[in-house]
């Protein structure tokens, strides 16, 4: 890993890339992009299996393109019981957890008899994306299609790419433990576009939430006016912040549990103690040894992996929010008083017993984070982005007589004299 001092000369413009760590959608992805989607808002399914054969190897048939109740049943014999038992417990936790997020309608009355309020109502249809590039993610199913489940949402449909002409049986037992509705064989920015503008087989959503790519998160953005999405997700990312207290073969494991995912990912330690460093750094090279994805992590950690020494913990916790991560570990003594001082973190994980990892499975908050500082003003998946809210207004003529010459001026210096007649037809103004 990378270490510098907030001492070094040099140290704010080092600093200053960790900040502007997000990675750029260049020129020729998005025109690549952009051909994709044209094609299949013009051609459709035709256009799905073209993509779908080119990019997965596999030639569909539009019959083929749904999966069929049987292959569910199908996944459910490849699966261990055991693993469908742990799904079953996240899903359960995962809900019970987003359960407290739901919002009520409400309405008031103020002392003119005015009604003023809100409706929620859930958004009808969601696409839900499940990479399936460098590892399998039934997590992301529980994640993405249990809030939506429990906001409400009556149409969900996943997209998600095969290997050899398959999807991983775990993520489609996952996607039948969330209740996800159909399950469809496709991949990258094609799959986007077909959720987005709808095609023969695939009738168009409402809004597509889940990560990928970076094909995929371009594809996202283009689309998003026709739909909604719920963020432009890049590399996954973590913050240690540690003191004394700190335990190496902890941080150690937590920082390349991030290096793992890609070579993008970013892994930084922040820590006041010059002792932890070499010992971090004895652990990472004891612990890689053990590990599968060796060259991802190497390369994630020369590129991204950073150890930064602050004199204490106030600077670190300045580092921190500068820094927004998505994940932030705090490895301290007293991780609670340092809490509330957190004001960017996607998801925050107190004490030497936190993991993670731990939040990315089965804890029961959202693992859809913001990423590549959005923190700053972005908030982790939940059900609050399955609904919309239309607001209420009544008034009663004892109301309107209180505002209504106000409302009425109000329009005229706008220079809008329709709304000023509006106004002045139900009595108000010259």
């Not at 590892?135 to 449909?157: D, F, Q, W």
């Not at 982790?380 to 309107?400: A, E, M, N, Q």
């Amino acid at each position: 890993m990378n270490i510098i001092s907030t001492r070094d000369r040099g140290f704010k413009n080092t600093f200053n890339k960790i900040v502007n760590r997000s990675e750029e959608m260049t020129k020729g992805v998005n025109e690549t992009v952009l051909k994709i989607l044209n094609d299949i808002r013009k051609n459709g399914d035709q256009a799905l299996i073209k993509y779908t054969a080119f990019f997965d190897g596999i030639r569909l048939k539009p019959s083929a393109l749904r999966l069929k109740k049987g292959d569910i049943k199908k996944a459910y014999q490849k699966t261990d019981p055991d693993m469908v038992r742990i799904l079953e417990r996240a899903a359960k936790r995962i809900e019970s957890f987003h359960k407290k997020q739901k919002e009520e309608s409400r309405l008031y009355s103020d002392k003119y008899g005015v009604k003023l309020g809100q409706v929620i109502n859930p958004i009808k249809r969601v696409g839900i994306y499940v990479p399936g590039g460098k590892a399998s993610y039934p997590s992301s199913v529980l994640m993405n299609t249990i809030p939506a489940r429990v906001a409400g949402v009556k149409e969900i449909v996943m997209c998600a790419p095969t290997r050899e002409g398959e999807i991983d049986p775990y993520v489609i037992v996952a996607a039948d433990i969330a209740g996800v509705d159909e399950i469809f064989l496709a991949g990258g920015a094609q799959a986007i576009g077909a959720m987005a503008y709808g095609t023969k087989s695939i009738r168009k959503v409402d809004k597509i939430v889940g990560p990928g790519n970076i094909y995929v998160a371009t594809a996202k953005k283009l689309v998003y006016g026709q739909v909604d999405i719920d963020m432009i997700a890049g590399p996954s990312e973590i913050v240690v912040l540690a003191d004394k207290s700190g335990k190496p073969d902890f941080i150690a494991a937590d920082l390349l549990s991030q290096a793992e995912h890609d070579e993008s990912a970013s892994s930084i330690l922040i820590t006041t103690e010059k002792k932890l460093v070499s010992r971090v750094e004895e652990e990472l090279e004891k612990q890689k040894k053990n590990l599968s994805r060796t060259k991802i992590i190497n390369k994630s950690l020369r590129k991204n992996g950073w150890i930064i020494l602050v004199k204490d913990l106030n600077e670190g916790i300045f580092l921190v929010n500068e820094i927004a991560p998505e994940h932030l570990e705090l490895a301290v003594s007293n991780p609670f008083a340092l809490l509330k001082r957190v004001e960017n973190a996607g998801a925050i994980f107190l004490g030497h017993n936190t993991s993670e990892v731990v939040g990315d499975y089965m804890a029961g908050p959202n693992h859809v984070l913001p990423t590549g500082g959005t923190s700053r003003f972005s908030s982790p998946l939940g059900v609050y982005d399955f609904i919309k809210r239309s607001s209420v207004i009544f008034f009663t003529k004892k109301g309107l007589k209180e505002i209504g010459s106000d409302v009425y001026s109000f329009a005229k210096q706008e220079g809008l004299d329709a709304h000023a007649n509006s106004l002045k037809i139900r009595g108000f103004g010259d």
